[in-house]
């Protein structure tokens, strides 16, 4: 069964602090997204990569960035954590080419103290 | 710029049908998306539609695309206790189904 696995479903950080939210896929895909998500606002398209060691930014990445050095491997990283940061953040992966949408993961529900 | 919109919520009684409508402005979209949210949980693919096709229908799923009015909505035949979820509207934004844009989701309330 193909997977994208988030490194932890619950995280609670205090603020200023280094963040690291972790995702990896198994499907061998090209692309890979991080999202947050928050009630009545969606899906947020954070950071989106296409290939290894490439990274371009989404809708809201202030305060963010990425790391993808290794194809199957896409990390999030908040720089210095602050309480507008607590959310539910999606990684999701997607096969370039093919019609069939993401594979998300589980989720990370981060909450910023 | 690309927009995805949705009603938030939407409440059925158990067997009825339930119909959640999505509008979105990107006419080259490629392929249009259901997503399903469970509570505490990913987004999961229900279905997908490609954008020359009018209707796709999978088991109690059908799916109704009218491309001149940018409309796509699902219908669920027998809406049960587990079809209550969020549901995301989805289109295949710019650079094709490689990056999507998402609607803010429909909360569907399915009561006895």
């Known amino acids: 069964d193909v997977k994208v696995t988030q490194s932890s479903r619950y995280l609670v950080k205090r603020t200023g602090e280094k963040v690291f939210l972790e995702c990896v896929q198994d499907?061998?895909?090209?692309?890979m997204f991080w999202y947050r998500q928050d009630p009545g606002l969606g899906l947020r398209l954070i950071y989106f990569s296409y290939d290894v060691k490439m990274k371009e930014k989404g809708d809201i990445p202030e305060g963010y960035s990425v790391s993808r050095e290794k194809k199957e491997r896409f990390s999030l990283i908040l720089e210095s954590a602050s309480t507008n940061q607590t959310s539910m953040y999606l990684c999701?992966?997607?096969?370039?080419?093919?019609?069939?949408?993401?594979?998300f993961g589980s989720g990370t529900r981060l909450t910023v103290v | 710029g690309e927009d995805v919109e949705q009603s938030l919520f939407l409440s059925v009684r158990e067997g009825d049908s339930s119909v959640i409508n999505c509008t979105y402005t990107d006419s080259s979209s490629t392929y249009l998306y259901w997503y399903k949210q469970e509570p505490g949980a990913g987004l999961q693919l229900l279905t997908y539609?490609?954008?020359?096709?009018d209707m796709k229908q999978d088991q109690r799923l059908t799916v109704l695309l009218n491309k001149k009015d940018k409309h796509l909505s699902l219908r669920i035949a027998d809406t049960q206790t587990g079809d209550s979820a969020i549901y995301f509207c989805?289109?295949?934004?710019?650079?094709?189904?490689?990056?999507?844009?998402f609607g803010a989701g429909t909360r569907l309330a399915v009561h006895p």
């Open positions: 539609i490609f954008s020359n096709m």
């Open positions: 999701a992966s997607s096969f370039g080419g093919s019609p069939n949408g993401y594979t």
């Open positions: 499907m061998d895909h090209e692309n």
């Open positions: 989805a289109e295949g934004g710019p650079g094709g189904y490689n990056k999507l844009i």
